[in-house]
């Protein structure tokens, strides 16, 4: 089971994904191991991928070979490398973060050589996901999007920092749900602009056992701000949606008075 997210802040992007892989033996039967998902291409540019992972390798050799062109602009430069990324067997689904005209952007990447398929597309949503993504959209919509929603209903944006932590609140949610076996792990990067600089950052390792005690307690001490208490306030409302929460927000300001 896969999960690739990919969240668009007001100050950069953040890409993370579990850290389970599973192998297919050639000769029947199948075993589960921890490695990443999301491996950096160039100096500005990142992929995640999901799918079958036979020849994912040869994927991001081919893009590594060809990082500067991607590092300049990922969606021109895929596009040139069609034919080169046809002639690898592949069935898969990744999300790729970093420059498109000059700004950051998410291009999806989906290849499945047996049905001929090969699409290359700039995404335009806030929140993207790859991999088995069918029984993600009640974790995706209760936790990603209502906050999102939130911070937009009260006029703020989401910065990376804030994403990082929803990034992982929102795919350990999934995990302890039982809808996705994740494996013990998550892998988060981010990609910073400030001005016309790029700056990569890979968060260091969490696993899902230390939610509490390392990452939780990580980010209450560095980052403390709307999201924890956000996310507080919209678990008490049991589902009733960011409305009821402003309303009861606005009532307590009258009480004030």
């Not at 850290?19 to 191991?33: A, D, Q, R, S, V």
């Not at 799918?51 to 050799?61: F, I």
């Not at 939610?211 to 980052?223: G, N, Q």
């Not at 956000?230 to 009532?251: N, P």
Request: glycine residues 8%; charged residues 25%.
């Amino acid at each position: 089971m896969t999960i690739i997210l990919a969240i668009k802040a007001k100050d950069g992007i953040v890409l993370s994904a579990d850290k389970l892989l599973l192998c297919t033996i050639e000769y029947g039967g199948e075993f589960n191991f921890k490695d990443e998902k999301i491996v950096q291409i160039g100096k500005n540019t990142i992929m995640g991928f999901s799918g079958d992972l036979k020849n994912v390798g040869q994927l991001v050799m081919l893009l590594k070979e060809n990082s500067e062109a991607l590092d300049n602009d990922m969606f021109s430069a895929l596009n040139g490398l069609k034919k080169e990324i046809r002639a690898i067997d592949l069935e898969c689904e990744c999300l790729l973060a970093g420059k498109v005209n000059d700004n950051l952007a998410i291009v999806r990447l989906t290849a499945d050589k047996r049905d001929r398929v090969l699409k290359i597309e700039i995404t335009q949503p806030q929140v993207e996901m790859a991999g088995d993504i069918t029984s993600m959209f009640s974790s995706l919509n209760l936790t990603t999007h209502q906050y999102i929603d939130y911070l937009d209903k009260i006029g703020k944006s989401l910065t990376v920092y804030e994403a990082e932590f929803l990034a992982y609140a929102t795919i350990t949610d999934i995990s302890r749900s039982g809808s996705q076996t994740i494996g013990n792990g998550v892998s988060i990067w981010s990609l910073v602009k400030n001005g016309k600089n790029i700056n990569m950052e890979q968060t260091h390792e969490w696993k899902l056992n230390d939610l509490f005690s390392t990452a939780y307690a990580y980010y209450v001490k560095k980052k403390v701000g709307a999201i924890s208490e956000a996310m507080d306030k919209i678990k008490t409302l049991g589902g009733e949606g960011t409305g009821q929460l402003l309303r009861k927000e606005e009532k307590e300001k009258d009480k004030a008075k």
